[in-house]
């Protein structure tokens, strides 16, 4: 079931779609941007769609990002119910708080090699940043990469692949090395604010693409928020004109 879903992922990528382009969202588009009645392209995508989803969802039906339970076929839940549960909302910048199943979520996909879960839950921060209106028009999305090293140990950058989905919702560019590790100080696990905040001066290098850019910086999680200090320190002397973090869920 797993590389069922994971076959059902890369399908719909390679169409140049994000998964989750559940049917009522892609029907829905904003009144001001399009008009009433759909270009004849887009019914016609849409309608292509639908179909691969009607039948991808009878060979590898929508999983829990969690626990991989079934979901109802087209369902815009992406937990299932026991799951949703243990949800919290997250504040100031993500939309969730780090535990239960968004946790179990995260760490599917940061270290069980769970890369179809990018597409759902870039989604999700996506929705809500634009619901939150924190999206600048014509903004760059960077991820706040791992180092080079663990990025070859993991064989893919998460945080690059959660970009890549909030660009694609978004309709926003992702600039993939936007922002470079240079330093690898091991883990932050454990370390006060003031350590890691140390550990991480001059951390991160940000390319000079970003100057006068309007930049969305993408990352998992946020503990302390030294990481993501850090990383906006450094798009900021390579003068990014503004940056707005968005992470899918936050500790403490
Ligand atoms: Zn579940």
């Given at each position: 079931m797993q590389s069922a879903r994971k076959i059902r992922g890369s399908v719909i990528d390679r169409m140049g779609m994000s998964p989750l382009h559940d049917s009522a969202v892609f029907l829905a588009p904003t009144p001001a941007r399009f008009p009433l009645r759909p270009r004849p392209s887009l019914r016609r995508e849409r309608i292509l769609v639908q179909a691969l989803?009607?039948?991808?969802?009878t060979f590898a039906p929508r999983g829990c990002l969690a626990?991989?339970?079934d979901l109802a076929p087209r369902a815009q839940r992406r937990f299932c119910g026991a799951c949703t549960i243990s949800l919290e909302p997250g504040e100031?910048?993500?939309p969730y708080r780090y535990g239960g199943a968004m946790q179990e979520a995260v760490v599917r996909l940061k270290y069980r090699d769970r890369t179809d879960l990018a597409g759902p839950l870039g989604h999700l921060m996506a929705s809500w940043a634009r619901d939150r209106r924190v999206v600048d028009e014509g903004a760059v999305v960077v991820p706040v990469a791992s180092s080079?090293?663990?990025i070859r140990e993991r064989g893919y950058c998460h945080a690059t692949l959660l970009a890549q989905a909030v660009a694609a919702e978004l309709g926003?560019?992702?600039m993939p090395f936007g922002l470079v590790r240079v330093h690898q100080h091991g883990t932050q696990k454990g370390r006060t604010r003031e350590e890691r905040l140390g550990a991480l001066a001059g951390a991160y290098r940000a390319s000079a693409q970003v100057h006068q850019r309007r930049v969305l910086l993408v990352d998992d999680v946020v503990t302390t928020g030294a990481t993501l200090h850090a990383a906006t320190s450094a798009l900021r002397e390579a003068g990014a004109a503004r940056v707005q973090p968005i992470v899918l869920a936050w500790t403490a």
């Open positions: 989803d009607a039948m991808l969802d626990c991989d339970a100031p910048w993500a080079a090293e663990r926003l560019r992702v």
